[in-house]
């Protein structure tokens, strides 16, 4: 509900301000916008991998921690919970402190949860009385830092075709780079399976940190400033006080009946979505599917691409 309150809100101050030139007035699009728009796309891509790392190999994680398998869906589930807890706070963060900011924290959360993620897989953490259950919890708290930055990243396209491409581009950028959180599921369900088969879970984390730790540096490197110092297009030239103040704004939107009925639809198909990408493997191993379960998930995520 957050993401269509914010795509809501971008949608209503874009069309407030015609992309009409101005007089004396200079607008220029910049190549650089071409490695940011890599950068954002691998930063959704990663995120979509840390939260579906466990879900393809619920057996296997169990196991490896000593917990029950419904401990594993915790996450999944802590992506779901932390997007509710902070969602509206991410997109006040992107108004006010903009996207270099954002970015910068959410790159970073991506990457030490992910870290901390693979220590829970070493011997020094695995050392008390009931070793398994600490491992789970250090894993747990890897996974909460990693969902922390999912609505930093998940939230930033639209701002981030606004302020660095022309209106033709605008469309494209925000496909591109939104769709790399379902091409990371997608990659998650591939990979997890075999990974653990011939490697074993530590070095499935560990290889899942790589991305996150490419992203963090792209992201440092890309992004030097939230905006270009010439606008693409006078939409884009728009100082933020003259745009309608984000509390105005949610007043104004709660009591749009569009609006409404889009989070709802919205609403529904996500939650539906993460729910069935998380215990699918779950339904169909406990039928005797587990040769075709990622193969099942992977269809899944492929159909959702696609869609998208």
């Known amino acids: 509900p957050a993401l269509v309150f914010w795509c809501g809100m971008q949608k209503k101050n874009y069309a407030s301000f015609p992309d009409l030139p101005l007089p004396n007035t200079e607008y220029r699009l910049y190549r650089w916008r071409w490695l940011i728009l ?7 891509l990663s995120s979509g991998m840390m939260f579906l790392t466990y879900s393809p190999i619920p057996n296997y994680t169990a196991v490896f921690y000593g917990v029950p398998e419904s401990y594993v869906n915790g996450f999944s589930i802590t992506y779901s919970a932390t997007t509710f807890f902070i969602g509206l706070i991410s997109i006040i963060i992107l108004d006010t402190c903009g996207l270099r900011i954002s ?14 993620r693979w220590i829970s897989t070493i011997p020094p953490v695995l050392c008390s009385h009931d070793y398994q259950r600490s491992g789970y919890m250090v ?12 609505p930093f990243l998940l939230f930033a396209p639209t701002k981030l075709a606004s302020f660095w491409f022309g209106p033709k581009e605008r469309a494209f950028c925000t496909s591109i ?7 990371g599921i997608a990659i998650a369900y591939l990979l997890s399976p ?12 560990w290889i899942y940190a790589i991305p996150a730790a490419v992203a963090l540096l792209l992201t440092i490197i890309a992004f030097r400033k939230s905006k270009p110092d010439t606008p693409p297009a006078p939409s884009a030239n728009v100082e933020d006080d003259s745009v309608l103040g984000f509390l105005h704004g949610l ?7 569009s609006f409404w009925g889009l989070m709802l639809v919205w609403g529904i198909a996500a939650g539906l979505f993460n729910a069935m990408i998380t215990i699918l493997p779950q339904m169909l191993c406990s039928y005797g599917y587990s040769d075709v379960s990622s193969l099942c998930g ?8 696609l869609i998208d």
């Open 251 to 257: 007043r104004q939107i709660l009591g749009n009946c």
């Open 177 to 183: 780079t939104s769709i790399g959180n379902p091409v």
């Open 298 to 305: 992977r269809a899944f995520a492929g159909h959702h691409l």
């Open 194 to 205: 075999h990974i653990v088969e011939s490697n074993g879970l530590p070095t499935l984390l």
């Open 139 to 150: 894993a747990m708290i890897g996974q909460t830092i990693t969902a922390f930055a999912q």
């Open 38 to 44: 890599i950068a954002l796309l691998l930063l959704n």
């Open 103 to 116: 970015l910068y924290f959410g790159a970073s959360c991506n990457l030490i949860g992910a870290v901390i």
